[in-house]
Nanobody, 119 residues
Framework: VQLVESGGGLVQPGGSLRLSCAAS????????MSWYRQAPGKERELVAR???????YYADSVKGRFTISRDNVESTVYLQMNSLKPEDMAVYYC??????????????WGQGTQVTVSS
């Protein structure tokens, strides 16, 4: 199983970035895909999630600015981040999870990509 994030970098406040997470080694279309982030000294937090049925969830802090999407053909999940703020600066992690009752709980993480928002 591999989750490989890309697209992070340095951006000015108000700018945009698009993160990508390329998945392999599991049945991508069956998994809920999420983006988490972790800033220095803070706990990892959920930013956005898209289910296998393409329902989406966003943290209040990013609603209206971030958009999560998935391409099941390319086994890739994206996070479009607009109107970036300094408080969005963190390491962003891709997560894949499949839960089936109490029988199965598969949970995978990528290595993370740094997003720096600074002028």
């Amino acid at each position: 199983v591999q989750l490989v994030e890309s697209g992070g970098g340095l951006v000015q406040p108000g700018g945009s970035l698009r993160l990508s997470c390329a998945a392999s080694g599991f049945t991508f279309s069956s998994y809920a895909m999420s983006w988490y982030r972790q800033a220095p000294g803070k706990e990892r937090e959920l930013v956005a999630r898209i289910t296998s049925g393409s329902s989406t969830y966003y943290a209040d802090s990013v609603k209206g600015r971030f958009t999560i999407s998935r391409d099941n053909v390319e086994s890739t999940v994206y996070l479009q981040m607009n109107s970036l703020k300094p408080e969005d600066m963190a390491v962003y992690y891709c997560n894949a999870r499949f839960v089936y009752g109490t029988s199965y709980d598969y949970n995978y993480w990528g290595q993370g990509t740094q997003v720096t928002v600074s002028s």
